[in-house]
């Protein structure tokens, strides 16, 4: 899991974004095994939506393969009232985006694979962050007053 010093900069890379782009009604980041790194989705449940981003995720992953597309990119579905853009979002997460019917597509392109790029970036780089960091020492076992340890034989 992400640590919490990386999903703020995702939070805060969500609000300009959406700040930027005025017809985006909601954003998520969210691991590709669909947990919530961070999103800014008023009136939308986040965990569903990630949850949901993950299965058409597989779905487009084993589709880009089978036909020989290459890595997944992104995935955009159209409802009678608005769009799913889901973008790759470095190595681990995914940026999903939900935008009203009238919103300028290639704008919606545009800004949503910058940020995830970004996104990724802070991502992979909190990530890597935290498997360099080595575990806290451990104290070692207390005993009862009056017991020791077994001790090994020299």
């Known amino acids: 899991m992400v640590p919490e010093a990386g999903t703020r900069g995702v939070l805060d890379e969500l609000q300009r974004l959406r700040a930027r782009v005025p017809l985006l009604a909601g954003a998520l980041a969210a691991s590709t095994d669909g947990l919530v790194l961070a999103h800014d989705t008023p009136g939308i449940e986040a965990e569903g939506v990630a949850a949901l981003t993950a299965a058409a995720l597989g779905v487009?992953?084993?589709?880009?393969?089978?036909?020989?597309?290459?890595?997944?990119?992104?995935?955009?579905v159209r409802g009678e009232n608005g769009y799913i853009a889901t973008y790759a979002a470095g190595s681990s997460a995914?940026?999903?985006?939900?935008?009203?019917?009238?919103?300028?597509?290639?704008?919606?392109?545009?800004?949503?694979?910058?940020?995830?790029?970004?996104?990724?970036?802070?991502?992979?780089?909190?990530?890597?962050?935290?498997?360099?960091?080595?575990?806290?020492?451990?104290?070692?076992?207390?005993?009862?007053?009056?017991?020791?340890?077994?001790?090994?034989?020299?």
């Open 60 to 76: 487009s992953i084993r589709m880009t393969e089978a036909t020989g597309r290459g890595g997944f990119r992104e995935l955009l």
């Open 94 to 154: 995914v940026l999903t985006l939900l935008a009203e019917d009238r919103i300028n597509v290639g704008r919606l392109h545009l800004e949503g694979r910058r940020a995830g790029a970004r996104i990724g970036e802070l991502v992979d780089t909190a990530l890597e962050r935290a498997e360099r960091t080595p575990p806290a020492p451990t104290a070692p076992p207390r005993t009862a007053p009056g017991h020791t340890l077994p001790q090994r034989p020299t």
